[in-house]
T-cell receptor, first 116, second 111 residues
């Protein structure tokens, strides 16, 4: 069975601090996708990143970076120099690869508050 | 830009009522999904559809049904609403092998 765990329920940081959101997943599949989504107070989930299981290279996009480690089944997300606009709920998710549809399993989410 | 539109942002219904939640996408996506979001549980898949008139049960289909008569529209139906169906409902769509695009959600309260 597939499962995504985000152990941090809520995190508060002061603006400009770095913060890492943890994600641990379980799957028996050898090929899969991992995702991060952001849900701001407006409610709409926004796609941030997708990685496939064969690509363990870390990725950086501006202040955002992702660390994928298959050995520990983790896909952690770091925000550098956090800003108030980063306040949101962040979801890590997992899906099979190679199906004609994306049945995506989500973690419980981490609520991030960035305090000015 | 992909647009997924959910017909209502907030909805209040009484126990036992039949409730329809509507979702429309404008990007010709094959796949459509209904999730419910509850604190501490994340998003849980109710039903999904990968083609017109096709539907598949997700992880928590009990008490729900769906309808997809046209490619762009995917309806979630609560046959007889109950208080434990009070939740945020999120619709999403995708093309095969692409990320999900979500609507803004419908916050349903059943009293």
């Amino acid at each position: 069975a597939q499962k995504v765990t985000q152990a941090q329920t809520e995190i508060s940081v002061v603006e400009k601090e770095d913060v890492t959101l943890d994600c641990v997943y379980e799957t028996r599949d050898t090929t899969y996708y991992l995702f991060w989504y952001k849900q701001p107070p407006s409610g709409e989930l926004v796609f941030l990143i997708r990685r496939n299981s064969f690509d363990e290279q870390n990725e950086i996009s501006g202040r955002y970076s992702w660390n994928f480690q298959k050995s520990t089944s983790s896909f952690n997300f770091t925000i550098t120099a956090s800003q108030v606009v980063d306040s949101a709920v962040y979801f890590c998710a997992l899906s099979e690869w190679g199906t004609s549809y994306d049945k995506v399993i989500f973690g419980p989410g981490t609520s991030l508050s960035v305090i000015p | 830009d992909v647009k997924v539109t959910q017909s209502s942002r907030y909805l209040v219904k009484r126990t036992g009522e039949k409730v329809f939640l509507e979702c429309v996408q404008d990007m010709d996506h094959e796949n459509m999904f209904w999730y419910r979001q509850d604190p501490g549980l994340g998003l849980r898949l109710i039903y999904f559809s990968y083609d017109v008139k096709m539907k598949e049960k997700g992880d928590i289909p009990e008490g729900y049904s769906v309808s997809r008569e046209k490619k762009e529209r995917f309806s979630l139906i609560l046959e007889s609403a109950s208080t434990n169906q009070t939740s945020m409902y999120l619709c999403a769509s995708s093309r095969s092998d692409s990320p999900l695009h979500f609507g803004n959600g419908t916050r349903l309260t059943v009293t």
